[in-house]
C-alpha cells in the first residue's frame, strides 16, 4: 500500500514536470535575463516566501551568494525569511503582513529584483512585498501555481511570472525547486559563458 503511495509521487511529480518544462522555460528564460541584467549591473536580489518556500528563498540565496556547480565569484542575493529579530518584531509591532514589505522598504533599490515565492499565488505578505518592489521600480520574479492567484494579476508587463500548471502543493514546491536550479544555472552561463562542466 505504502509503496503505491510512493511510486504514485514519483509518478505525478515526473509527469508534471515532463508537462511544466513546455510551459515554463519561456518564462524562466526570461527570469534569468532579468536577473542578468540586474546584477551585471550592480544590483542585488531580494527573495521571499512563507514555509516551504521560505527555505527555497534560502536556497536560492545559497547558491549564488555561494556556488551553483562552478567556482566564481558571490553573487548579491538575501532570502528576506532568514532574520527572526526583524520577521518577529514587524510580526509584533505591526503585522505579519508587513514582514517582508518592510524589508523591501529597507534593503530594495530601483533595479533590483524581487523573488516572490507563493504556490497559491495569494499570500497577503507576498503581495505587499510585491507593492513596495514595484513602487521601488524593483522588477518582480514571482514562482505561483494554482492558476497564479492575486500575484498573477498583480504583475506587470516587466515583470516575470513562473506559474506552475498544478493545485497540489508539494508538486508546485518540487517544481519551484527545479525552477531555482534552472535560474541558477542561467545565472552562470550568462554571466560567466560556457558549461560548468567545460
Known amino acids: 500500500m505504502i509503496n503505491q503511495r510512493i511510486l504514485a509521487h514519483f509518478n505525478e511529480s515526473a509527469e508534471l514536470k515532463a508537462r511544466a ?18 546584477l551585471s549591473n ?4 531580494l527573495a521571499c516566501g512563507n514555509g516551504g518556500s521560505a527555505a527555497d528563498c534560502q536556497h536560492f540565496a545559497a547558491e549564488l551568494v ?12 538575501l532570502a528576506l525569511s532568514t532574520d527572526t529579530s526583524i520577521i518577529t518584531a514587524v510580526g509584533n509591532d505591526y ?31 507576498i503581495l505587499a512585498a510585491i507593492d513596495v518592489a ?3 521600480e524593483m ?7 494554482k492558476g ?11 515583470d516575470v511570472h513562473i506559474c506552475v500548471p498544478h493545485d497540489r502543493t508539494a508538486r508546485i514546491q518540487e517544481v519551484h525547486l527545479l525552477t531555482i536550479h534552472c535560474l541558477c544555472d542561467g ?3 550568462a554571466l560567466f559563458g560556457g558549461d560548468a562542466n567545460d
Open 42 to 45: 550592480g544590483n542585488k536580489i
Open 66 to 77: 555561494g556556488r551553483f556547480e562552478r567556482e566564481r565569484l558571490p553573487l548579491p542575493a
Open 148 to 158: 497564479g492567484g492575486a500575484i498573477g494579476k498583480k504583475l506587470t508587463e516587466a
Open 95 to 125: 503585522s505579519f503582513n508587513e514582514i517582508f514589505s518592510k524589508q523591501v522598504q529597507a534593503f530594495g533599490q530601483a533595479g533590483d529584483v524581487l523573488l516572490a515565492f507563493s504556490t497559491s499565488g495569494n499570500s497577503a505578505n
Open 139 to 145: 522588477r518582480v520574479v514571482a514562482l505561483t501555481g
Open 21 to 38: 518544462a513546455e510551459v515554463l522555460a519561456g518564462p524562466i528564460s526570461n527570469a534569468v535575463e532579468l536577473m542578468f541584467s540586474a
Open 187 to 189: 545565472i552562470d552561463v
Open 134 to 136: 514595484l513602487e521601488r
